[in-house]
């Protein structure tokens, strides 16, 4: 298992965007998307048990935004490592965030990214994967980018990637259920 220096992780989350990126409203999890690259397609919203998931695809890559409709627990913070054990237990992925990652900022918010590489499951692929914890108005948000690739690290995942850089939060709007 490969890690990124926390340099690099910071370098890839704040990275500017392109002035070629598209605007992206997803008002079900109260997420402005800045820098979606060019190609991307457009997201699906789905309801989840406990939130809302937005997926994007752009060629091998996927980002999944996920946010959790109940408040985090008073207190709750993403630099801590505890916490975030808590994370991986409930989310899974393979992700050690106790222990790896490093802080940075997503939307004016402090975060947790971790930046992993892995074998996939074809003997001749690696699996590349971005995920960041941030907390906004006591909701927590997960932020995965995924890949697999045979010839190094698939550019769409450092373009998915770099797109963080504009992520902003806003307020929710969801359509009423009757």
């Known amino acids: 298992m490969r890690h990124l220096p926390a340099i690099a992780v910071a370098l890839l989350t704040l990275w500017p965007p392109t002035s070629q990126a598209a605007?992206?409203?997803i008002p079900e999890l109260g997420i402005r998307l800045t820098a979606l690259p060019p190609g991307a397609a457009?997201?699906?919203?789905?309801?989840?048990?406990?939130?809302y998931e937005a997926t994007t695809r752009l060629g091998s890559a996927v980002l999944n935004i996920y946010r959790a409709d109940d408040p985090v627990p008073a207190g709750s913070d993403v630099a801590e490592p505890n916490y975030r054990a808590m994370l991986?237990?409930?989310?899974?992925?393979?992700?050690?965030?106790?222990?790896?990652?490093?802080?940075?900022?997503?939307?004016?918010?402090s975060a947790w990214t971790v930046v992993d590489t892995r074998?996939?499951?074809?003997?001749?692929e690696r699996g590349y994967i971005?995920?960041?914890?941030?907390?906004?108005?006591?909701?927590?948000?997960?932020?995965m980018v995924t890949a697999n690739g045979s010839d190094?690290?698939?550019?769409?995942?450092?373009?998915?990637?770099k797109a963080l850089?504009?992520?902003s939060f806003e307020q929710v709007r969801r359509a009423n259920r009757g």
């Open 88 to 109: 991986d237990t409930r989310f899974g992925k393979g992700v050690e965030s106790r222990t790896d990652g490093a802080p940075t900022a997503v939307g004016g918010h």
């Open 165 to 167: 850089s504009g992520v």
């Open 119 to 124: 074998q996939a499951r074809s003997s001749s």
């Open 42 to 51: 457009k997201p699906q919203v789905l309801e989840q048990t406990g939130g």
């Open 23 to 25: 605007d992206l409203d």
């Open 130 to 143: 971005c995920v960041t914890y941030v907390i906004v108005d006591e909701h927590l948000y997960r932020l």
């Open 152 to 161: 190094g690290r698939p550019p769409e995942f450092d373009s998915l990637v």
